[in-house]
């Protein structure tokens, strides 16, 4: 007989990181950044994202689209304080034909703590106000996406 076969890794999915470091006045009094800048730091790496395949939020706002937040889930770890470094790794996935999600780990650098994760889930607009997917931005975002977990429409 022969040994079973050892198990394939999960591979790894298409993620881009974005550094950031914390500025003094995203923190309270306690020297720890406010819940509410965590959002911020999260959109900017979801831009950047974006970017990374030409998709530029003026540019798609002036063709009649708009990306939208419609649900963000966050898990709060650990805190960031003034002048921490840490990372953004974002993930996309399709689930569906109209929804995307952003799946986000906030990490500090160094001691490569887990500060926080997010699920964000979002859709594009048309200039009614409808949920819709041009063929133009569907093929860009398709170069984003972890094609190896798109989940199927819910």
Do not use: W
Not at 17 to 29: P, Q
Not at 58 to 63: A, D, K, M, P, V
Request: some cysteine.
């Amino acid at each position: 007989m022969h040994p079973p076969a050892a198990a394939k890794p999960a591979p790894t999915p298409p993620q881009r990181v974005i550094a950031f470091e914390v500025r003094d006045y995203e923190c309270d009094m306690d020297h720890v950044v406010n819940n509410a800048v965590y959002l911020n730091y999260l959109e900017h790496a979801r831009h950047k994202l974006l970017e990374s395949s030409d998709l530029q939020f003026g540019e798609l706002s002036r063709r009649g689209i708009s990306l939208v937040v419609t649900r963000i889930e966050i898990d709060f770890r650990a805190s960031l304080h003034s002048g921490d470094a840490f990372v953004v790794h974002t993930v996309l996935r399709r689930k569906g034909r109209l929804r995307l999600q952003f799946e986000q780990r906030i990490v500090r650098r160094g001691d490569e703590r887990l500060i926080a994760n997010a699920v964000v889930l979002g859709t594009a607009l048309n200039a009614q106000g409808r949920p819709e997917i041009p063929a133009a931005l569907d093929a860009a975002l398709a170069r984003l996406v972890d094609t190896a977990n798109t989940a199927p429409a819910a």
